[in-house]
Structure formats: C-alpha cells, structure tokens
C-alpha cells in the first residue's frame, strides 16, 4: 500500500488501520488491545486530532507483535505514560503499541490492565470493513481528567453530554481505578457542567 500524500493524517490513519488491525488481532489471539487516544476518539465522533495512531495491549502481546513486525520493543516513560512500547511508520503514520502502560496525571495514575471494566466496554467500530476496537469515551473522559488534558475534556464532555453516556460504567473505572476522591469529584463535575 502506497500513501497518497494528498490524504489528510486522519484519512491516511484509516487508510492503514484495516491491515494493522488485522496484525493485531493475530498477535493478541484472546488478549485485550484497543486503540486509544485522538483516533479513537474520532472514530467515536469526539473532534480530537493527532498524527499517531495508538494502541494498548499486554506486554505479551507487543512482544509477539514486535516478533511478526520485527520491531524492537523499549521502555519509554514520558510526561504521562510508562510501559515497554513498540514504535514504528506504516505509509507515514506514526503508531505506537504500548505493553500495559500506566498512565500518571498530577495526582493519580491510571494502570488499564487492572482495570477489567475497561476491556468488557471496549467500543467495536467499523472502517473501511475491518472492526476497530476503541476504548470507551468513558474511559477517555476518565483518563483526560486524571492527565489534566482540558481541551479533550471538553471535546468529551459535549459529545457525551449530547450523546448520552454510561455512568455506571463511570462508577466502574473509578472505583477499578482507585482513583483519589478529588479526581472522582472532577469526573463527576465535568458531566454536571452545562455550558
């Protein structure tokens, strides 16, 4: 597959997400993976943008995947996020695989794999016939809060509040989460807010 280089990132994103989706699955067999972040979020109807495309799975699984890539893993830890990573270009697309990552806001820290509501609410969408399994936008809301990331805040908040979401589910990744009483509070605020 060649990239056409008129494509937007977000129209080349879903050029290459059948064919990697595709490795994935292979790779993961019964494990949970999901791709997270702004395309999920887009492919979810949030306007949220970024070149990457980003997933997460088990440490075993992106050993096996990085085995059929041949790619290496390596630990990276950044402002928000730790875990053994893959990072690789497909057509010009920056993807990065993340080994369960723990994420780390300026109060709490967020580990997915033990998070089981998280993986049971995983959201199937479809793209260009491949099915696509995205973290919830509840998960997301949940996550923008603990990293202190306003605007997608923001960009959650007005789809969830026009959409409709699932609090109890909410409730789940909270108490999963062990998230402090003041991060709950925050979660919570954000969806009473009106604008």
Not at 128 to 139: D, M, Q, R, S
Not at 145 to 171: F, Q, W
């Amino acid at each position: 597959m060649t990239r056409d280089p008129g494509l937007t990132p977000e129209s080349a994103q879903e050029e290459i997400l059948g064919p990697l989706v595709r490795v994935i699955e292979e790779a993961a067999s019964d494990a949970p993976w999901a791709l997270v972040g702004a395309p999920a979020l887009r492919l979810q109807g949030v306007d949220a943008h970024s070149p990457n495309l980003e997933f997460m799975t088990s440490e075993q699984v992106l050993t096996t995947l990085g085995d059929m890539l041949n790619v290496p893993a390596d630990w990276g830890q950044g402002a928000h996020v730790a875990a053994n990573r893959l990072h690789f270009m497909r057509h010009g697309v920056p993807v990065f695989v993340f080994g369960d990552p723990v994420f780390h806001g300026p109060y709490d820290s967020l580990a997915p794999r033990e998070i089981p509501s998280l993986w049971d609410a995983r959201v199937r969408i479809e793209v260009h016939g491949v099915g696509v399994l995205c973290t919830p936008l509840e998960w997301e809301l949940v996550l923008a809060v603990v990293l202190a990331a306003n605007t997608r805040v923001e960009g959650l908040r007005d789809r969830m509040i026009a959409d409709g979401y699932d609090s109890r589910l909410i409730v789940r990744l909270l108490r999963e989460g062990r998230v402090a009483a003041h991060t709950e509070e925050a979660v919570w605020a954000v969806l009473e807010r009106r604008r």
